[in-house]
């Protein structure tokens, strides 16, 4: 089974400034895909960034950037340029690869509060 | 406007009471999702359903129930045997063309019990 664990609970950047979301996880799979989803106030779980492991590269999107470090089991979220709306939980998520139905259940972790200080 | 549309926003169980909760979406996804957020959890899978007619259960499907009879609707029943139901529920759709797409959320339905 997949386990994955965000450590942090929350943290707080000012804005304009960067800040790194960490997210580790456990998985004896080879191939599978990573995903950032971004929760604000509205509880409206929005898609921020996604990663496949297959890929080297890491995955950018605009001001969101990953550093998805394969061997290290580790997918951390950079935020550059922190905007208030940035203000939300956020969600690490792991599904594994292969035909869709049971292979396409998204493990999420606990999340990460985190506040963008005017 | 496509989207994901969830009802109602909020909603009050008594107990003993079966409560369902509407999913609808009209992004032409065959796959569906329903999951459950508890405070300080993340989401945890209840059903999900690929094609019409059909559905499997998921991590926490005990006291819950679903149904698909059409492509645009994934209702989710939450019975008189599920003893915790207090949570905050979502609905996910996503193309079903292999894992790994994207699923996209509706905005949740809060059940809270009386």
């Known amino acids: 089974a997949q386990t994955v664990t965000q450590s942090q609970p929350e943290m707080s950047v000012q804005e304009a400034e960067t800040v790194t979301l960490s997210c580790t996880y456990d998985t004896s799979e080879n191939n599978y895909y990573l995903f950032w989803y971004k929760q604000p106030p509205s509880r409206q779980m929005i898609l921020v960034i996604r990663?496949?492991?297959?890929?080297?590269q890491n995955a950018t999107e605009n001001r969101f950037s990953v550093n998805f470090q394969k061997a290290a089991k580790s997918f951390s979220l950079k935020i550059s340029d922190s905007q208030l709306g940035d203000t939300a939980m956020y969600f690490c998520?792991?599904?594994?690869?292969?035909?869709?139905?049971?292979?396409?259940?998204?493990?999420f972790g606990k999340g990460i509060t985190l506040s963008v200080r005017p | 406007d496509g989207g994901i549309t969830q009802s109602p926003k909020y909603l009050f169980r008594k107990e003993g009471q079966n409560v369902t909760l509407s999913c609808e979406q009209n992004?032409?996804?065959?796959?569906m999702y329903w999951y459950r957020q508890d405070p300080g959890q993340g989401l945890r899978l209840i059903y999900y359903s690929q094609i019409v007619n059909d559905f499997q259960k998921g991590d926490i499907a005990e006291g819950y129930s679903v149904s698909r009879e059409k492509k645009e609707s994934f209702p989710l029943t939450v019975t008189s045997a599920q003893k915790n139901p207090t949570a905050f529920y979502l609905c996910a759709s996503s193309i079903d063309r292999g894992s790994g797409e994207t699923q996209y959320f509706g905005p949740g339905t809060r059940l809270l019990v009386l």
């Open positions: 992004l032409n996804h065959d796959a």
């Open positions: 990663q496949e492991a297959y890929k080297q």
């Open positions: 998520a792991f599904m594994k690869w292969g035909l869709a139905g049971a292979n396409s259940k998204l493990t």
